[in-house]
T-cell receptor, first 111, second 116 residues
Framework: RKEVEQDPGPFNVPEGATVAFNCTYS??????FFWYRQDCRKEPKLLMS???SGNEDGRFTAQLNRASQYISLLIRDSKLSDSATYLC????????????FGKGTHLIIQP | GAVVSQHPSRVICKSGTSVKIECRSL??????MFWYRQFPKQSLMLMAT?????????EQGVEKDKFLINHASLTLSTLTVTSAHPEDSSFYIC????????????FGPGTRLTVL
């Protein structure tokens, strides 16, 4: 069983639509959770951390369900510039531990 | 956010040569640096964790004699791919974690290695 699982997509979504991604993780000892964005042939960039209470940053909302070991990302009013691969990332310990990445979900926003 | 640089950004080399990749934290002291590798259409895989002044800890399946890591200062870690072969061709990315920035790691721009 993979440690972090995501639907690879691609998700083809019209501009302005709302899109949601899910991710599951297998290690119940995981402590920290993140969504990263990776553009083609570039390094991952932190999009947002994910907290148990849920958190929102502009058009982006992240949710964590520890009981189900499930993380979600919602993008509202999608823009063409949102086209990228979204990586679900889990950290077991503190910041001094390596991150475990999902394979990513590929999102294509269509005009 | 914090800035991490990597050099070179792209390397093309012949099989059998060694390649050194540098990772620098530019505006913070990185107590821990990480090296990841990403093959096409695959997720980033952690190769090793390095703490300043001590030996790196390698993930299972990563050969420590092939991938030499040195973390000599709080702002610099190097990865040397020794006797590179075509199967080592990949995107190598470092990340850094510092005592000031505690929530996550910050990534360098990556080094694309092509071994002919």
């Amino acid at each position: 069983r993979k440690e972090v699982e995501q639907d690879p997509g691609p998700f083809n979504v019209p501009e302005g639509a709302t899109v949601a991604f899910n991710c599951t993780y297998s290690n119940s000892a995981s402590q920290s959770f993140f969504w990263y964005r990776q553009d083609c042939r570039k390094e991952p960039k932190l999009l947002m951390s994910v907290y148990s209470s849920g958190n929102e940053d502009g058009r982006f909302t992240a949710q964590l369900n520890r009981a189900s070991q499930y993380i979600s990302l919602l993008i509202r009013d999608s823009k063409l510039s949102d086209s990228a691969t979204y990586l679900c990332v889990v950290m077991v310990g503190g910041g001094a531990d390596g991150l475990t990445f999902g394979k990513g979900t590929h999102l294509i926003i269509q005009p | 956010g914090a800035v991490v640089s990597q050099h070179p950004s792209r390397v093309i080399c012949k099989s059998g040569t060694s390649v050194k990749i540098e990772c620098r934290s530019l505006d913070f002291q990185a107590t821990t640096m990480f090296w990841y590798r990403q093959f096409p259409k695959q997720s980033l895989m952690l190769m090793a964790t390095s703490n300043e002044g001590s030996k790196a800890t390698y993930e299972q399946g990563v050969e420590k004699d092939k991938f030499l890591i040195n973390h000599a200062s709080l702002t610099l870690s190097t990865l040397t791919v020794t006797s590179a072969h075509p199967e080592d061709s990949s995107f190598y990315i470092c990340s850094a974690f510092g005592t000031i920035i505690t929530d996550t790691q910050y990534f360098g721009p990556g080094t694309r290695l092509t071994v002919l």
